[in-house]
């Protein structure tokens, strides 16, 4: 059994990118893990400042952040977690701002060393018709400089997103 945390960047919370999550949870639960979910759009999440405040804390600080926003509660879901997946429709040939803006703030955790290391990660994408050939070029930096694995992604293919959570085991 895996604990899974999904960031849902939608904008809608009933669209694809729902519809999406939903497949890959029936296939993620049906395997026996666990799945939790954060619609983003409706949380208080604010955009990383930069200011070196998390380098500063002391290593494995449990609010690695100065902010104290909605990020915390992610955070923490995150350091026990052993899956992240990544949710996104596209807007403007990239993922949604807020799904961008959440992402950011994993920076504090990362150099606080507050967050774990073995996390398995997955990317799953609606569209109106564009390909997301740069956003998987991003996707692969960000696993490489994380150091976390991919385990699947997914676009506009709500089997593909289901075979992906049944493969967690
Ligand atoms: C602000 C905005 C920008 C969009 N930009 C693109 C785009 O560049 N390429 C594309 O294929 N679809 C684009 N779309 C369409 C959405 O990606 C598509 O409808 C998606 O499935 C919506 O997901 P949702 O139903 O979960 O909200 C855009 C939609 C919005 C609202």
């Not at 208080?44 to 002391?58: L, P, S, T, V």
């Not at 449990?62 to 807007?91: G, H, L, T, W």
């Not at 506009?156 to 992906?164: G, P, T, Y």
Request: charged fraction near 20%.
């Amino acid at each position: 059994m895996k604990k899974i945390i999904v960031l849902n960047g939608a904008g809608k919370k009933n669209g694809n990118t729902a519809a999406m999550i939903k497949a890959f949870s029936d296939g993620a639960v049906n395997a026996g893990n666990e799945v939790k979910e954060f619609f983003l759009q409706t949380m208080n999440i604010h955009g990383c400042m930069d200011c070196g405040g998390c380098r500063r804390k002391e290593k494995g600080s449990i609010e690695p952040c100065v902010q104290k926003d909605d990020m915390n509660q992610i955070v923490a879901a995150i350091r026990e977690a052993d899956v992240i997946v990544f949710a996104s429709p596209v807007y403007f040939w990239d993922i949604t701002g807020t799904l961008k803006t959440a992402i950011d703030r994993l920076y504090a955790p990362l150099m606080n060393s507050s967050i774990g290391d073995a996390k398995e990660i997955v990317l799953l994408m609606t569209s109106g018709g564009s390909t997301i050939d740069h956003i998987l070029d991003w996707y692969k930096n960000f696993e490489s400089w994380l150091k976390w694995e991919s385990i699947g992604t997914a676009m506009n293919d709500l089997e593909a997103a289901k075979q992906i959570g049944a493969s967690i085991q």
